[in-house]
C-alpha cells in the first residue's frame, strides 16, 4: 500500500514540475513575442521616419538649386547639395548629376546615425530651370533705347521658348501667340512668342517676355522688367521695377528645376 502511494506522489511530482516548465516557457515566450513587437513598432516607425525625411530632403534640394549645377558636365560627377543632421539625429544628403545636356538626376539619403542601422533613399529625374543662375531681372529694366546688347536678349529668349510646352501646361505664366494684342491687366509673368501689342486697356506688373517687337499703345503701361528683340515706341508707359519682375520670376519658379516628363520620381524606399 505504501509502494503504490509513493509511486503516485512521485507522478504528482513529476507532474508540478512539468507544469510549472510549461508555465514558465508560456510567460518567456510571451515576453519575447511583446520584446520583438515592440521592436518591429520602433522599426516600422524608424523606416516612414527616414522615408519622410529622404522625401523631405530631396524636395529641399530642389527648392534650393545650386547655381553650380548650370556648369555641371554629363560625365557621371555628382555635386553635393546637402549634408546636414535633422533636429531628430537624421543624417540628410542629397546630390545632383547632369545625365544629359538638359536632364538632372537628383539623389538623396536619410540614414541613423551609428551605432544605429536604417536608411532611405529617393530620386528625381529634372529638367533645368527656365533661367540661367544669372538672370537679374535689374539688368532688364532700362528704356528699351538702352537694351543690353541683342544677342544677350536672343539667347535669354530663345531659351524661355524652348520650354513654351512646360510654360503652356502648368507654370503660373501667361503664353500668347505670335501677333497677339493684350486687352487686360496681367500680374506675372508673360510669355509672347512673336510680336505683341499692349493695347490701352492692357498692362502688366511682372517679367515680360517678347520674342519679337513689342508695341504699346498710348494708356498702356508695363511696370517691372521686358526682354523683347525690338520695341516700337520709347518706353513711354514703361515703369522700371525690377523687385516687381523678380517677384514674378519667383512666384512662377523659373529659377528652380521642373520634374522631367514620364515617370520622373523614384519615392522614397
Known amino acids: ?15 508540478a514540475l512539468a507544469a510549472l516548465v510549461l508555465i514558465e516557457c508560456v510567460i518567456i ?42 556648369s555641371l558636365p554629363p560625365d557621371g560627377r555628382q555635386l553635393t547639395v546637402l549634408d546636414d543632421i535633422s533636429p531628430d539625429g537624421v543624417v540628410l544628403r542629397a546630390s545632383v548629376q547632369r545625365i544629359g545636356p538638359a536632364l538632372y538626376l537628383l539623389r538623396s539619403s536619410a540614414s ?29 529694366t532700362d528704356p528699351p533705347e538702352h537694351l543690353l546688347p541683342a544677342s ?3 539667347t535669354l ?6 520650354n513654351l510646352p512646360y510654360l503652356e501646361s502648368g507654370a503660373r505664366v501667361r503664353t500668347l501667340e505670335p501677333g497677339a494684342s493684350l486687352a487686360e491687366v496681367v500680374d506675372g509673368v508673360v510669355v509672347a512668342a512673336g510680336d505683341l501689342r499692349v493695347t490701352a ?6 517679367m515680360l517676355f517678347v520674342a519679337g517687337t513689342l508695341h504699346l ?21 514703361f515703369d522700371p521695377l525690377p523687385e516687381v519682375a523678380q517677384q514674378a520670376t519667383d512666384r512662377a ?15 522614397a524606399f
Open 201 to 206: 486697356s492692357g498692362s502688366v506688373a511682372g
Open 29 to 70: 515566450g510571451t515576453l519575447h513575442l511583446a520584446l520583438l513587437e515592440r521592436r518591429l513598432v520602433a522599426g516600422s516607425a524608424d523606416v516612414l521616419r527616414l522615408r519622410l525625411a529622404a522625401e523631405a530632403a530631396l524636395a529641399h534640394a530642389a527648392a534650393t538649386w545650386p547655381d553650380a549645377a548650370e
Open 152 to 154: 544677350r536678349a536672343d
Open 217 to 237: 499703345e498710348d494708356g498702356a503701361r508695363l511696370a517691372g522688367a521686358v526682354i523683347a528683340r525690338s520695341f516700337l515706341d520709347d518706353g513711354a508707359g
Open 112 to 140: 541613423l546615425p551609428a551605432p544605429a542601422h536604417g536608411q532611405a533613399s529617393a530620386e528625381s529625374l529634372l529638367l533645368p530651370p527656365v533661367l540661367p543662375p544669372e538672370f537679374d531681372a535689374a539688368e532688364w
Open 253 to 267: 519658379g523659373l529659377g528652380l528645376p521642373r520634374p522631367a516628363p514620364g515617370r520622373a520620381r523614384i519615392p
Open 157 to 162: 529668349l530663345l531659351r524661355v521658348l524652348s
Open 1 to 15: 500500500m505504501s509502494g503504490a502511494a509513493g509511486r503516485r506522489s512521485g507522478a504528482s511530482l513529476a507532474v
